[in-house]
C-alpha cells in the first residue's frame, strides 16, 4: 500500500512554496542555534513531515542547511546519544534533494558497528531506530525477531487507551508511524489496534487535544481507515486559528508542534495545509484556546461516584452530563457521534476492574 501524499495544490504550489521555504529557513537559522538539542528535535520534526508528505520545495528552500549536512558526521561524532535526531535530519534531507555524495549511508553503517541501537531501553526506540537505518538497507535488530510482535501487543491492549494515559497515546501513533514507514506500506494493523486509535482519539477529543488528535488522525489514515469527519473538521478549524507572531525577542516555547502535526494531519487527509504566511525570521506559534475541555470534569464525576459508578454509559450518562457545563456537553455531545465504539470506549474509560475485591 502506498499512502504517500503530496501537499501540492497545482493553484497554490508557488504561495506554498514560498510559506515552507521561510519556515525552514526559521527553524534552522532564527528560532535556535544548533548546539541546543530543541533545535534537533524541531528541525528533524520539519524535515519528517516535509519527507513522509513529498513536499514540492523550491530551489535552494534546503540551503540554510547546507552547513549542518557538511558537519553532521563531526557532530555525530561527538554526540552519538542523538543519533536519531542526527541521522533523521540527514537522510530526510538526502531524500528531499541536498547532498547527493549520499553520507546518511555512511553514517547509517558506522552507528550500527557503534552498536547506538544497542543502547536503546524501550521498544519504541528501537523501531524508530530500525526505521531509520533501514532507509539506507541495514537492520540494526535482524537479531530481534520478536520486536513488531511487542510492539502490536501493546498496540492491541485497547483498555490502555480508554484511560487518560498521552504517553501511551503518543507511544501507539509512532508504532503506526514506523510499521507503517510513515504512510508508505500497510502496517497491518488488526482490529484491536484500530479501535486502540479509536479510544484514544476520543480521549483526545474530549480533552480538545489538537497536537494528539491530529497524530491519531494521521495513523488512522496510515492503516488505511478514515478518521471520524467530525474530529479532521474540529481539526481544520482549530489550525485556521493559530495566531503566527514575527517577533525577534519572541519566546519560542510555543505550539510549534501543534502547529506542523495539525498541518500534517490536513495535509494526510488531502486539505489545504500550511497556509499561513510567515517570513523566515523568528518567529512564535499560538494556538487560540478555546472552552475549558470536558475531560477532566468527567473524571472528577466518575471518581465521585466511587461505587456508585458503572461501566454502562446509558446509565451513567445523565450523571456525566449533569457534571459540565453547557460547553461541555456540546463536546461531549459530538465525541459520542464520532465513533460507533463510545459505549465500549466508556466502560474501560469507568475503570470498575476492582469492584469484585471491594
Not at 530543541?38 to 540551503?63: H, R, V
Not at 510482535?149 to 508504532?175: C, Q, S, V, W
Not at 488488526?190 to 494528539?212: K, M, P, R, V
Request: aromatic residues 10%; hydrophobic residues 40%.
Amino acid at each position: 500500500m502506498s499512502n504517500v501524499i503530496t501537499l501540492n495544490v497545482p493553484s497554490r504550489r508557488r504561495g506554498l512554496g514560498q510559506r515552507i521555504s521561510g519556515m525552514i529557513e526559521s527553524f534552522a537559522h532564527a528560532r535556535r542555534t544548533g548546539d541546543d538539542v530543541f533545535w534537533l528535535k524541531e528541525n528533524a520534526e520539519l524535515l519528517n513531515i516535509l519527507e513522509c508528505t513529498g513536499t514540492p520545495l523550491e530551489d535552494g528552500a534546503l540551503d540554510p542547511h547546507r552547513g549542518y549536512l557538511q558537519q553532521v558526521a563531526r557532530r555525530l561524532e561527538f554526540f552519538p546519544q542523538y543519533y536519531r535526531f542526527l541521522l533523521s535530519i540527514c537522510l530526510d534531507l538526502e531524500d528531499l534533494g541536498m547532498g547527493a555524495e549520499g553520507i546518511g549511508e555512511d553514517l547509517v553503517i558506522w552507528a550500527d558497528r557503534a552498536g547506538l541501537p544497542q543502547a536503546e531501553l524501550s521498544d519504541l526506540q528501537r523501531a524508530e531506530a530500525r526505521r531509520l537505518m533501514l532507509r539506507r538497507g541495514v537492520n540494526p535488530m535482524a537479531h530481534d525477531a520478536g520486536l513488531d510482535d511487542r510492539l502490536r501487543a501493546f498496540i492491541g491492549r485497547t483498555h490502555t487507551f480508554a484511560m487518560p494515559n498521552k504517553k501511551a497515546a503518543y507511544e501507539l501513533t509512532h508504532i503506526v508511524f514506523y510499521l507503517s514507514e510513515y504512510g508508505r506500506r500497510d502496517p497491518e494493523l488488526d482490529g484491536a489496534a484500530i479501535t486502540s486509535l479509536e479510544y484514544a482519539g476520543l480521549l483526545a477529543f474530549l480533552d480538545q487535544n489538537a497536537d494528539l488528535l491530529a497524530e491519531i488522525c494521521v495513523a488512522l489514515r496510515y492503516a488505511g481507515r478514515t478518521p471520524s469527519q467530525i474530529w479532521e473538521n474540529w481539526l481544520e478549524r482549530e489550525t485556521a486559528l493559530f495566531s503566527i507572531a514575527e517577533d525577534d525577542t519572541a519566546s519560542v516555547n510555543d505550539d510549534y508542534h501543534e502547529f506542523f502535526v495539525s498541518n500534517w494531519a490536513l495535509a494526510v487527509a488531502g486539505r489545504p495545509a500550511f497556509g499561513k504566511a510567515m517570513g523566515p525570521g523568528r518567529v512564535r506559534f499560538d494556538r487560540a484556546r478555546g472552552v475549558a475541555s470536558p475531560l477532566r470534569d468527567m473524571s472528577e464525576c466518575m471518581f465521585r461516584l466511587d461505587l456508585a459508578r458503572q461501566a454502562d454509559w446509558q446509565v451513567m450518562r445523565p450523571h456525566v452530563q449533569n457534571a459540565l457545563s453547557d460547553e461541555g456537553h456540546e463536546i461531549l455531545s459530538e465525541a459520542e457521534a464520532s465513533s460507533d465504539k463510545f459505549d465500549s470506549f466508556f466502560a474501560g474509560f469507568a475503570r470498575t476492574g476492582l469492584r469484585g475485591l471491594q
